[in-house]
Nanobody, 119 residues
């Protein structure tokens, strides 16, 4: 079955950096665009970064553009999110999943990895 395992979160001060990792299984990873989503307390989950299946073209939300960099390794079925210049507003639980617009992501979500940024 489809599984996502996220890791790499933690607590950092504003201006710090973290690198998140996602390992996927149960589907043909290289066939899908992959995204990093986040859900802050009291807010809906939002897509903040995505990468195409082949070729690695990336896209970012305005809130993280210029600070976050997403990459993927299809051979290892992994995706990464390098987060620099972190801000308190980046505090959230981060998840990875497919990006299949206009279809929704896969129904299976991992446990996420928590990022806390203090001022």
């Amino acid at each position: 079955q489809v599984q996502f395992v996220e890791s790499g979160g933690g607590s950092v001060q504003a201006g710090g950096s973290l690198r998140l990792s996602c390992t996927a299984s149960g589907f043909f990873f290289s066939n899908y665009n992959i995204g990093w989503y986040r859900q802050a307390p009291g807010k809906e989950r939002e897509l903040v970064a995505s990468i195409t299946s082949i070729g690695g073209s990336t896209d970012y939300s305005d809130s993280v553009k210029g600070r976050f960099t997403m990459s993927r390794d299809n051979a290892k079925k992994t995706a990464h999110l390098q987060m620099n210049s972190l801000k308190p507003d980046d505090t959230a639980v981060y998840y990875c999943n497919t990006v299949r617009t206009p279809l929704p992501p896969f129904r299976s979500w991992g446990q996420g990895t928590r990022v806390t940024v203090s001022s």
